[in-house]
């Protein structure tokens, strides 16, 4: 009797543990899912368009980090801004040569320019980088961390750190400069906003500047965890929009909770459930939020528009 | 001032303005009235560069500015206040004004002058300075107003263009914008083109006016001149045709 008793509080204790260690991986994983999520808001909020060439952001910054890591021997403190540079370009002459020349912009065309930029990226990639999967070394060792019963890596802990860094920034940058104001603005009225001066052009350039930065970022801190590949994107692409959905495309708090709450269920529905429903589960959410909440898990209905 | 000459503007295929020219003196206010869809917003929309001009040509003191955006054009010194305010209504009063000033936030020296310039909007609207910290978007028409003719002045215009500043208010509050125009125009020697649906106001705040119909100018002159032509009294200030003839 006593011994049953025992085994079933070790089993309690064991799957506590276990939650436990679904919940800080699917932490990190959800706060890459924000990163790229708030990129997906920034340009909508600029432009109106989706832009589907984000998760190839994603997978530039981790495959260019693993370029000037192993290519051109760069210590990774180094290989990292560099990444991000060149993934900035990239986002920069993406608007340049695929977004602002097209005479019609329609949202659906410009939808499918960016569908047609993301197949045009990932084959670059393929062509320059061959198909295999690599990995990045961790920022810091691997040795894990115990905590309560669950353990992390430090990976873990630079993913949390930066990603809580990044959207400081942001924040700063949207609400307290004039630039991130302006950004605003033009998202916000963009008549309005060429009348006070805005370059609303300029903002849209911006916006996919940001963005690809952002991107690269969250490729760049996943990859020692998850491996790159040039086909990453797709399927981190798609879950950054997953979060960006849940938090009505909003580029601020509500998509970083969109993402951690994606990034957790989907790690607990994998540990519990089935690892093979891990990116079912993410595509259930997003179909039952643009089904029962279009608006997203925390925005209001639209009523205003007076 | 600013000179309009011959200018021809398109909606796609429809011909909104036909041969329209006119012209502003320094420290004029001048009103341009008529029915809706005469073409006025029109005007306002091709001098600031939103719908450029198909043909023909606007001079700001003597530059051509015909082509330029509408960015560009406010850096020239003149500023549109839309119709309908077009605030940025989910950002704070502030914020909005600060934005009014988005060009000229280049150096230090310029932080100081944008500082004073707000005290003066705050001065001019003091309604606005208790509501510094509010959301635009939850202040009522008249204070939306005031704000976007405040965010307006924020970049220092010469030339102030006011697109149906009276709309939707209560005369009360068009009074005080209007008392605040004129004395913009004194104090601070801005030059006010003025659109208006509310003609026996505008004429009675203008030096000139012009009237316009369905995109072509068809009558101009002092305004006390045509506050007393039959036509734009019978057409445009109310006046019953019964009373023009009985007199």
């Given at each position: 009797m006593k011994v049953r008793e025992f085994l079933c509080k070790k089993r309690k204790i064991m799957q506590l543990e276990q939650i436990l260690q679904y919940t800080f991986s699917g932490l990190s994983t959800g706060a890459i899912y924000a990163l790229i999520g708030i990129g997906f808001s920034i340009i909508f909020n600029a432009t109106g368009i989706i832009n589907f060439a984000q998760g190839e952001f994603v997978m530039l910054g981790g495959m260019l980090t693993l370029f000037f890591l192993e290519v051109l021997k760069l210590p990774l403190w180094a290989a990292i801004p560099c990444a991000v540079a060149v993934s900035a370009l990239a986002g920069l002459l993406f608007e340049r040569l695929a977004i602002r020349p097209l005479r019609q912009p329609t949202p659906i065309n410009l939808v499918i320019i960016t569908i047609a930029g993301s197949i045009l990226i990932r084959g670059l990639a393929m062509l320059l980088w061959g198909k295999d999967t690599h990995a990045i070394p961790p920022f810091t060792g691997d040795e894990p961390i115990s905590i309560a019963g669950a353990t992390i890596l430090p990976q873990h802990i630079w993913i949390l750190a930066i990603t809580l860094l990044i959207i400081a920034v942001n924040k700063f940058f949207f609400f307290h400069t004039i630039s991130g104001k302006a950004m605003r603005a033009c998202s916000y009225n963009r008549r309005a906003a060429g009348l006070v001066g805005i370059d609303v052009r300029r903002m849209v350039l911006f916006s996919f500047v940001i963005s690809s930065v952002l991107g690269s970022l969250a490729g760049i801190i996943v990859a020692p965890l998850t491996m790159t590949a040039y086909d990453v994107g797709i399927m981190l692409g798609l879950k950054g929009f997953c979060a960006a959905i849940i938090g009505g495309m909003s580029s601020g708090m509500a998509t970083v909770v969109g993402g951690l709450i994606l990034g957790v269920l989907e790690s607990l529905g994998a540990g519990l459930i089935s690892s093979g429903y891990k990116d079912a589960i993410a595509f259930i959410i997003l179909l039952l939020i643009l089904f029962i909440r279009p608006q997203g898990l925390f925005g209001k209905a639209e009523s205003e528009r007076v | 001032m600013l000179r309009l000459k011959n200018i021809n503007t398109y909606y796609g295929k429809v011909h909104a303005l036909r041969n329209v020219s006119l012209h502003l003196g320094e420290g004029e206010i001048v009103t341009l009235i008529g029915a809706n869809?005469?073409?006025?917003?029109?005007?306002?929309?091709?001098?600031?560069?939103?719908?450029?001009?198909?043909?023909?040509?606007?001079?700001?003191?003597?530059?051509?500015?015909?082509?330029?955006?509408?960015?560009?054009?406010?850096?020239?010194?003149?500023?549109?206040?839309?119709?309908?305010?077009?605030?940025?209504?989910?950002?704070?009063?502030?914020?909005?004004?600060?934005?009014?000033?988005?060009?000229?936030?280049?150096?230090?020296?310029?932080?100081?002058?944008?500082?004073?310039?707000?005290?003066?909007?705050?001065?001019?609207?003091?309604?606005?300075?208790?509501?510094?910290?509010?959301?635009?978007?939850?202040?009522?028409?008249?204070?939306?107003?005031?704000?976007?003719?405040?965010?307006?002045?924020?970049?220092?215009?010469?030339?102030?263009?006011?697109?149906?500043?009276?709309?939707?208010?209560?005369?009360?509050?068009?009074?005080?914008?209007?008392?605040?125009?004129?004395?913009?125009?004194?104090?601070?020697?801005?030059?006010?083109?003025?659109?208006?649906?509310?003609?026996?106001?505008?004429?009675?705040?203008?030096?000139?006016?012009?009237?316009?119909?369905?995109?072509k100018i068809i009558m101009e002159g002092p305004s006390f001149e045509l506050t007393e032509n039959a036509e734009v009294k019978r057409a445009y200030l109310g006046k019953d045709k019964k009373e023009i003839w009985e007199r």
């Open positions: - | 869809g005469a073409g006025k917003t029109t005007i306002l929309n091709t001098i600031s560069g939103v719908t450029p001009a198909g043909g023909g040509e606007v001079l700001f003191r003597k530059e051509p500015v015909t082509t330029l955006a509408p960015d560009r054009i406010v850096k020239y010194g003149i500023s549109q206040v839309p119709e309908g305010r077009q605030v940025f209504k989910p950002l704070s009063v502030e914020d909005n004004l600060e934005l009014g000033a988005y060009l000229r936030y280049k150096s230090r020296e310029e932080k100081s002058a944008i500082k004073r310039d707000m005290a003066q909007v705050f001065t001019l609207f003091p309604r606005l300075f208790e509501r510094r910290r509010q959301l635009a978007g939850t202040m009522s028409g008249g204070e939306q107003q005031m704000l976007a003719i405040g965010r307006a002045l924020m970049a220092n215009p010469k030339l102030l263009l006011l697109d149906e500043p009276s709309m939707g208010l209560a005369p009360l509050v068009v009074q005080e914008i209007f008392r605040v125009l004129e004395r913009l125009r004194r104090e601070n020697g801005v030059t006010i083109l003025l659109v208006e649906q509310n003609a026996k106001a505008a004429l009675k705040l203008a030096d000139r006016g012009y009237v316009l119909e369905t995109g």
